[in-house]
């Protein structure tokens, strides 16, 4: 059976993103987030995602609709099959005199899916220092071993809890941002809401709260919660604690429960995007990554 076509590639990589990024001047890049299907391949796009992944924003948003679906399914589908292309192409695009001084936020959802991918953004940054980078992370090892030895100086960045690495912060060390069920409970907390511009995340005090969406069903789950104590518990539960880099690392490699997109990692080689019917079940995304 022949191989469907590749799907063509985003003439634009960046766009202004929902309305609160956009308000605020900030552009973005957006994978599908939590997983994707690729050709029949699933490519883990949040390898570290944790408790964040029941309480995605976007499984009640837009972003479910089918025209959004396919556009960021293209951008995952060119980093997969074309990396060096989709590299030069973002380099290219941020050349552009209104990227000068203009903020990219790197995943609206999704994350640094691998360490290559991650080192050509790296490049991507090096390339345009007259343009600032910021991102949500929950990849602290990739981050650790890539990113906080040499960081570029046109880039920020904050980990955030809700993920399965949690327990590798120190929020006297790191600059971290958590999911609070409510405005007032940062305050509370003394903790820095960055709910007036979601620049705050990284320019801002920190450590870093940010009010929970207003989703009833993803409130309910939430149960008053951070994402961080919840986050604990479910690593308590599974029987995940604090512990070495060797037990750790083993422990990640025994298979646990969840989606089945969750489990599979993510993989640069050549994958094709099968056309999508508007009654398939949507991707979801998750703001902050």
Known sequence: MPAPPPTPRPTRLLSRGNRRLADAGVYTWTLPALSARLNGVTIRTCESAGICAHVCYALAGTYRFANVRRRHLANLAYVIEDL??????????????????????????????????TRAWLRVMRATPRTNFYCYTKEIRRFRRLVEPSPPENFLFVYSFGGRDDQLLDDRRDR????FPTRAAIDAA???SQEDSDLLAVLGPAPVGI????????????EGRTFRQWQA?????RGRRPCSERVNDTLRRQPRRGPAGLIRAASHRPVDVAPLADSETPIAETRPS
């Open 84 to 117: 060096p292309g989709w590299e030069h192409a973002m380099t290219t695009e941020l050349a552009a005199a209104r990227f000068t001084g203009a903020w990219v936020r790197i995943h609206d959802a999704g994350d640094f899916l691998s360490d290559a991918y």
């Open 176 to 179: 971290v941002a958590d999911v």
């Open 190 to 192: 003394g903790w820095h």
């Open 211 to 222: 009010p929970a969406n207003k989703i009833a069903q993803f409130l309910t789950r939430l």
């Open 233 to 237: 518990e479910d690593d308590a539960r």
